[in-house]
């Protein structure tokens, strides 16, 4: 066993395993630990370099009697950096502590403990490393302490109905719905990023909490512990990336369905509102506009001049955004191309299929610089050169057709190792190429994302989630918890995105309520695949943008006159928000805010506000209180300490205390903080 300093950075050798604490930043840490003879030049996550700290190294004796063998004397050691500090104990046991209050204790049930209740004979450790057999990685588990009380947020987006994430276990993986964002935020004052994309697991017990890498060369975390949730995200984003300043000219309505399958449809769409004296800011063109998936072009069967199409909505001030998938059909002119250079995700076993939705696909291998640079100039020739503004990145996980992680890999190493980073890639194919041709912010639209996304012009939506009441209370939860993982620019399918019956009564009141909770969120975009099924196919080729199903029209007005109201209602109140809302996004490049915030994240002294679930702030000025269920026209509302009107009256309340307030259909309970 050595504990040594080495400059400004502690490093711990034992049994095989080298372990390095280093200040990273303000009141923050990183602390990595390999089996291996180095440390790889990863930073993964921790883009940013971080402000130059100066930590205190510290060596001490600590005597020691419970391992039955008598008492000894054993060197410990500690590294502070502002207000965290961790310390190292003779067996590699670390502990953190906030302001010197212990917040965090790695978990350890075996003899050589630094504290007598540690010396058990489970032979439990810390840090457990299994070599993979036949490869040059290890599997990793490592267990912390559980904290009594502890409340834990972030980690990204969930399907599920609990925002506080003590008790839960989480898949480290990216899928249709779940991004996988390794961020935690505590209610004990600390932050820790797990930084590391391999696939695994996190449980966040009452026993113990377990993260677990199913293959990699090191472990790397960071921590920081900071004042409250405002400061913690502040120094989270500094290493890791904030987002640009959003353009302004995006900050209204985004117009989508499932799908427009001609350039006559956008057409007819976007003048239809110019009619109705509707801005829309930016109009979304879906999947099957192409020839076959990896072609990345337009069926000029039913795009015969894209360019011309695009200066027309230019002329009205929309901007274009087109859907681009990372599969490639065998039948694409583009397969074998990519294939015979090594440019598509290879398969460990069987044959070379890796999605196989209306194709037999293989998906783009996006860790390989020489694809990203292929599939951009495609795209660019095809798409960005007839005008279009940006892109929609779907599928971006990648949506593999079955999740066996363990049978894909890529030009860096097996999926296991890394995959969890392939969105935030995938995004880089084009944020990297148009930061340089375009003038002004890039602004991309993905499914997925990973620690550090924000930085790479991503809005960032929810998935294909159902059309239910349920669904929508867990998007609320998801939003809030990609917010405190970083990425600010989170939005959903208003509405959900699988809706069978469009005429449905009920369908029609969670759409209204869905949109007020959009207005009041970081991007307003009407999506969505709406049935019934039964408009009839262009024609009856196998191949290009006419054999697919479409869905219903899903514009402002397509749900009735009186639901039409209602949203243009709420249109209006999202431009009068304008000014308002380019100051949300402002903050969020400077300090890396959310827009829709957690009620803790304003009030984080008000212990009610971290229990609250079912209600938000937009940004320091609007609490929200979205309606979750059919047939609820009125809610109840906590409102902390202070004075808060109510938008829909004016009557002003005093807070610290909870009021019932009416929700009828044209309206979702607003409180303004003044």
Excluded at 387 to 410: A, K, Q
Excluded at 593 to 620: A, N, V
Aim: glycine letters at 8%; one cysteine or more; charged letters at 25%.
């Amino acid at each position: 066993m050595s504990l040594e300093k080495e400059g400004n950075v502690l490093v711990f050798k034992k049994g095989g395993e080298t372990l390095r604490i280093e200040a990273w930043g303000k009141n923050a840490l990183r602390v990595r630990a390999t089996m291996q003879r180095e440390f790889t030049d990863r930073d993964w996550a921790l883009s940013e370099k971080p402000e130059k700290s100066e930590p205190k190294i510290e060596f001490f004796e600590v005597e020691y009697s419970g391992d039955g063998f008598g008492a000894c004397k054993n060197t410990h050691a500690s590294i502070t950096n502002g207000r965290v500090k961790a310390e190292i104990s003779y067996a590699g046991i670390l502990s953190f502590y906030r302001d010197d209050k212990l917040i965090l204790r790695e978990y350890y049930r075996s003899y050589g403990g630094t504290l007598s209740k540690e010396s058990r004979c489970l032979k439990t450790i810390n840090r457990e490393w299994k070599g993979i057999i036949g490869g040059t990685g290890h599997s990793l588990n490592l267990k912390f302490e559980a904290n009594d009380g502890e409340k834990i947020f972030g980690m990204g987006q969930y399907q599920q109905s609990y925002m506080d994430l003590k008790g839960c276990i989480l898949e480290l993986a990216q899928r249709n719905s779940q991004i996988s964002v390794p961020f935690m935020v505590s209610s004990l004052g600390y932050g820790l990023l797990w930084n590391n994309p391999a696939v695994g697991s996190v449980t966040f017990g009452r026993n113990y909490t377990e993260w677990i890498a199913r293959s990699t060369k090191q472990m790397d975390y960071w921590i920081t512990a900071d004042e409250d949730p405002k400061a913690i995200l502040n120094n989270y984003t500094a290493v890791t990336g904030r987002a640009p300043l959003y353009p302004e000219n995006l900050m209204g309505l985004w117009q989508c369905k499932l799908r427009y399958r001609t350039q006559d449809e956008v057409l007819e769409v976007a003048r239809a509102y110019k009619k109705e004296g509707i801005k829309i800011d930016q109009i979304v063109i879906d999947f099957f506009h192409w020839t076959l998936q990896g072609d990345w072009k337009f069926d000029t069967k039913y795009w015969p001049d894209p360019k011309a199409m695009v200066d027309e909505l230019h002329s009205m001030g929309i901007k274009v955004i087109v859907s681009v998938w990372p599969s490639v059909d065998r039948k694409s002119e583009n397969f074998y191309p990519m294939m015979d250079r090594g440019l598509l995700i290879k398969t460990e076993r069987g044959a070379a299929q890796t999605y196989d939705y209306q194709g037999d696909c293989v998906e783009i291998d996006v860790f390989n610089e020489e694809t990203r640079k292929y599939v951009w100039e495609v795209c660019k020739k095809n798409y960005y050169d007839y005008g279009i503004d940006g892109f929609w990145l779907d599928n971006s996980e990648p949506d593999y057709g079955v999740y066996d992680f363990e049978n894909y890999r890529y030009c860096d190493g097996p999926a296991l190792e890394i995959s969890n980073m392939y969105p935030q890639m995938y995004s880089r194919v084009f944020y990297d190429e148009m930061k340089n041709l375009k003038d002004g912010t890039v602004v991309n639209l993905l499914r997925c994302a990973w620690a550090g996304s924000q930085k790479y012009g991503n809005v960032v939506w929810s998935g294909d989630v159902p059309s239910t009441f349920e669904a929508f209370y867990d998007q609320l939860q998801c939003g809030l918890n990609m917010g405190l993982a970083g990425i600010p620019w989170w939005t959903t399918d208003i509405g959900g995105f699988m809706t069978d019956d469009v005429n449905d009564p009920d369908f029609r009141q969670l759409l209204i309520r869905w949109y007020q909770f959009a207005v009041y969120s970081a991007v307003l975009r009407m999506h969505g695949d709406r049935g019934p099924y039964n408009i009839p196919a262009l024609d009856d080729r196998d191949f290009g943008g006419g054999y697919l199903h479409t869905g219903q029209p899903n514009e402002l007005w397509s749900y009735g006159e009186d639901n039409y109201r209602i949203m243009k209602k709420y249109y209006d109140i999202r431009i009068e928000m304008h000014d308002y809302i380019k100051s949300l996004y402002d903050e969020a490049h400077e300090n890396g805010s959310p827009l829709i915030r957690t009620m803790f994240y304003e009030f984080p002294k008000d212990e009610t506000c971290w229990d609250l679930r079912d209600q938000y702030m937009f940004g320091s000025k609007y609490l929200c209180a979205p309606i979750f269920k059919l047939n609820e026209f009125e809610r109840e509302v906590y409102l902390p300490a202070g004075k808060w009107k109510l938008t829909s009256t004016g009557e002003v309340f005093d807070g610290g205390r909870r009021v019932t307030v009416a929700a009828p259909i044209d309206y979702m309970p607003v409180f303004e903080r003044i």
